[in-house]
């Protein structure tokens, strides 16, 4: 299996490039550390504090792994990678949901920088996969589980 390419912007690097420090610097040390006052409770087999730091430890592990395979990967979009005449990952989009009239604007990212709280949406999400490749002007139908929405796009943009 060939692993994907991680798309990513400068700000999204940097934010992953920091958890990553975090991880291997402050929290590896905070676990160990209640590991180690775990053992000194005694018999660890029936010790939940142990078994809780452990569980924790496991979990930091697997996501530097995870956060080192991901940077390894990573192709960085800058501004001059946009082109703006055509939506791509790093685009920001204006659309109109053509049923209600809804204006909103999203950001397309990679998987690794996704927040659609935030109006960062993935490239592999069904909205970021429907309007890659499209123009200023075009209808783009997305299949959604309720259906089929039918956005405008209004604008495209750095």
């Known amino acids: ?39 000194s409770f005694g018999d660890i087999s029936e010790n939940s ?5 452990k569980n924790e430890q496991a979990f930091i592990e697997g996501r530097i792994l995870t956060l080192e395979k991901m940077l390894r990967k990573a192709t ?12 791509s990952v790093g685009s920001t989009v ?6 209600f009239g809804d204006i909103v604007d999203y950001t397309i990212v ?9 109006n960062k949406i993935s490239n592999e999400s069904p909205v970021g996969q ?7 002007g075009a209808i783009v139908d997305v299949n959604v589980p309720a259906g089929v929405i039918q956005y ?3 604008d495209i943009n750095m």
């Open 152 to 154: 405008e796009i209004l």
């Open 130 to 136: 429907a309007l890659l490749g499209k123009t200023k």
């Open 76 to 87: 960085i979009i800058t501004n001059d990678d946009v082109n703006t005449g055509v939506v």
């Open 1 to 39: 299996m060939s692993e994907k390419e991680v798309f990513l912007t400068p700000e999204g690097l940097t934010k992953l490039e920091q958890e990553l420090e975090d991880l291997k610097t402050v929290k590896r040390k905070e676990v160990a550390a209640r590991i180690k006052e775990a053992i």
């Open 110 to 118: 990679g998987s690794a920088e996704s927040d659609p709280m935030n």
């Open 94 to 99: 204006k659309l109109k949901d053509l049923e």
């Open 49 to 53: 504090e142990y078994e809780e730091a």
